[in-house]
């Protein structure tokens, strides 16, 4: 009978559950479809009406997002932290436009006192209620646990000023060449940054902002200037224009931000 005992224990036992697909190739097939490339490749927009009709599939990742606890996240290694919090602040970003669309911009919904779209808890993240600013500022930005100011190079938040939705989905493995690669296309793009009269360089809000991200020694980043000065041939084409950016000397502006949603109408 020792092989009855061993089936009913087998039978009451919990069901295998299979680890968080790491890959998130859901998340990934959805934007490979959806997002399209504007601006020589530096810049994205997003297909809302046609994400729509795929709103299970998201709806379904979002699931499996929801399904991690704080303890399976802590186990996983800062890459895989880091591209499950880019892809879940980008995915529900995606969720909150379609649950109001059509908008003309993610700051009509809610309001900046009441309701906040960033302050909304519409979600469940690591066993709590949560809402986008809490994967931005009190995760991902959380001194000390990441430290990484391209983070805002990968985030997007719906709009035209913000760094573009990344046609892929981030993956710990290719973590720091995509993050990189992001912050390539953000400064290539003189719609948001560039050199403008008398030398200065004017740049997108977000640096004003973050400003801290960038002169807090992340990444050995001592400066806005100084992370500026290791880009210069991206931002100007002019070599003395390049040469006051390499020294860091360029005075810096910045840019009214475009909050116009990141539609793509065909």
């Known amino acids: ?9 087998l039978l009451a036992a919990p069901a295998f559950a299979p680890g968080f697909d790491h890959s998130h190739k859901a998340w990934d097939a959805l934007v490979k479809k959806h997002v399209v490339l504007v601006a020589g490749g530096n810049a ?7 994400f729509a009709k795929d709103r299970a599939a998201l709806k379904a990742y979002l699931g499996a ?18 591209a499950f919090l880019v892809n879940a602040y980008n995915a529900f970003t995606v969720e909150l436009i379609l649950a109001n669309y059509p908008v003309k911009s993610i700051k009509d919904i809610g309001s900046d006192l009441f309701n ?8 469940r993240l690591l066993g ?8 931005e500022h009190e995760i991902l930005r959380k001194p000390g646990s990441y430290d990484e100011p391209r983070v805002h190079f990968a985030l997007n938040c719906a709009s035209i000023g913000c760094p573009m939705l990344r046609e892929e989905a981030f993956v710990a493995e290719r973590l720091e060449a995509q993050l990189e690669q992001q912050a390539v296309r953000f400064l ?3 719609s948001r940054n560039r050199v403008g009269a008398q030398g200065r360089l004017e740049v997108s809000k977000i640096f004003d902002w973050f400003k801290e991200d960038w002169s807090s020694g992340y990444q050995g980043i001592a400066s806005r200037e100084k992370y500026f000065a290791k880009y ?27 909050w116009t949603l990141n539609d793509a109408r065909e």
């Open 1 to 9: 009978m020792k092989w009855l005992a061993a089936l009913l224990t």
């Open 44 to 50: 994205s927009q997003l297909r809302y009406a046609e």
């Open 65 to 82: 997002l929801s399904g991690v606890s704080a303890t399976q996240f802590a186990a996983w290694t800062r890459e895989q932290r880091m």
């Open 116 to 123: 906040n779209r960033w302050k909304k808890k519409f979600f």
């Open 128 to 135: 709590e209620d949560s809402y986008l600013d809490r994967i």
């Open 188 to 190: 290539s793009d003189r």
């Open 232 to 258: 210069a041939q991206l931002l100007s084409d002019n070599p003395e224009q390049q040469k006051a950016l390499a020294e860091a000397k360029a005075p810096l502006a910045f840019l009214d931000y475009d």
